[in-house]
């Protein structure tokens, strides 16, 4: 956790020095999560998950980490950046790449991997859909994803909250689930190494986001949320319920 700090703490000094440029918008956000589960499967238990991101016109870039809070499970940083373009005024694309760090693994469990993404997103009067793909390079996984969701506005306090719910689906493909697992497939026949060993796995998820999200001034968001997800193809997980609050500032 040492490492996560030191490295959020220079990207908040950087970040700082963004946000006095007009072109730069820059958002913290400061969260804790019961659970942190992603694309159905549970990586870490209680966390908080502080996130920077800086914008400027279409292009984003960003740092999101899970810090657990029981020393038993590993940090993670997730590093982003890319590029959000309005089509017409409802439809939109999205192009990102994303480096998944988790600078405390060992043995067998994964240390990074890297993953491209591609999405489309559809919004009219508080209803959203999307479908986005990635590909993940060193897991050599394709995941598809669909969404939808609606944003209800509610009237309470001078600057408003809103009460919005989402669902999701996605399916996951990997053909080298374990990349940094150092076994090796031996043929008994010939005696020799056939190879290293690569752990396929695929399965298909599902889940829902109830948030809260109100708003203390122009800069600064309260949020509460409620999720839940489960997956069909991996057996040591369970169905998921967990809880998020949060606080997002914005320069």
């Known amino acids: 956790m040492k490492k996560t700090a030191l490295l959020l703490s220079a990207l908040l000094g950087v970040s700082s020095l963004f946000a006095q440029d007009n072109p730069f918008k820059v958002s913290y956000d400061f969260m804790y999560a019961n ?3 992603f694309r159905g499967l549970e990586q870490a238990g209680n966390s908080l998950q502080p996130s920077i991101e800086v914008t400027v016109e279409n292009i984003y ?7 657990p809070v029981t020393k038993e499970e590993n940090d993670e940083i997730d ?11 409802h439809l939109a694309v999205d192009l990102l ?4 760090w988790y600078p405390e693994a060992g043995g067998g469990q994964t240390k ?4 491209l993404g591609l999405g ?21 996984s394709a995941t598809v994803q669909a969404s939808a969701g609606y944003s209800l506005p509610i009237k309470f306090g001078r600057f408003g909250a809103s009460l919005d719910f989402n669902v999701f689906a996605g399916t996951v493909s990997a053909r080298d689930w374990t990349p940094d697992d150092n076994r090796v497939v031996w043929d ?15 399965y298909n998820y599902y889940g829902a986001n ?16 409620l999720h839940y997800a489960t997956n069909d193809g991996i057996e040591w997980t369970d169905n998921k319920l967990w809880f998020t609050l949060g606080i997002t500032l914005g320069f």
């Not at 590093?79 to 005024?89: A, E, N, R």
């Not at 790449?97 to 998944?100: E, L, W």
């Not at 109100?214 to 600064?220: G, P, T």
């Open 35 to 37: 659970d942190h589960v």
């Open 210 to 225: 109830l948030t809260l999200p109100y708003r203390l001034n122009d800069k600064a968001l309260l949020h509460a949320g």
């Open 120 to 140: 489309l997103s559809y919004g009219i009067g508080g209803f959203s859909i999307s479908i986005y793909g990635y590909y993940d390079f060193r897991l050599e």
């Open 79 to 89: 590093i982003y950046v890319g590029c959000k373009k309005q089509l017409t005024d």
């Open 188 to 202: 008994t026949g010939a005696n020799r190494m056939a190879g290293s060993y690569k752990a396929k796995e695929s």
């Open 61 to 67: 870039a960003g740092f999101w980490t899970n810090l």
């Open 97 to 100: 790449g994303t480096y998944y």
């Open 112 to 115: 990074d991997s890297y993953e």
